[in-house]
């Protein structure tokens, strides 16, 4: 079992920068990618960004290409997103999840075996 804990999010106006955490416990040896979504209301879930525990290989949605940069340090299992520029569409409830295998896409959120519990960001105009 792994444990995803999501923190860093809050309300700040369009321009503004949060930086949200999701910190892992449990059995972490096992994790391959580590992946933020989002969801607003009435939309589906969709991929942000991953990272590889490993190799370090990353990925980020072209909505947030250049703006958002995921990073992690392993001897804390914790994973950051920062988000600078932040765009009222960018409003929406952060998750963190862990895909535990190599197969299946990383971009889909079935691939992933377990979630945190969700951080709300929210952008004002």
């Known amino acids: 079992q792994v444990q995803l804990v999501e923190s860093g999010g809050g309300l700040v106006q369009a321009g503004g920068s949060l930086r949200l955490s999701c910190a892992a416990s449990?059995?972490?040896?096992?994790?391959?990618?580590m992946g933020w979504f989002r969801q607003a209301p009435g939309k589906e879930r969709e991929i942000v960004s991953y990272?590889?525990?490993?190799?370090?290989?990353?990925y980020y949605a072209d909505s947030v290409k250049g703006r958002f940069t995921i990073s992690r340090d392993n001897a804390k299992n914790t994973v950051y997103l920062q988000m600078n520029s932040l765009k009222p569409e960018d409003t929406a409830v952060y998750y963190c999840?862990?895909?535990?295998?190599?197969?299946?896409?990383?971009?889909?959120?079935?691939?992933?075996?377990?979630w945190g519990q969700g951080t709300q960001v929210t952008v004002s105009s």
């Open positions: 999840a862990d895909k535990i295998t190599a197969r299946g896409a990383e971009s889909r959120p079935n691939e992933y075996a377990y």
């Open positions: 449990g059995r972490t040896f096992t994790s391959y990618v």
């Open positions: 990272i590889t525990w490993s190799g370090g290989r990353t």
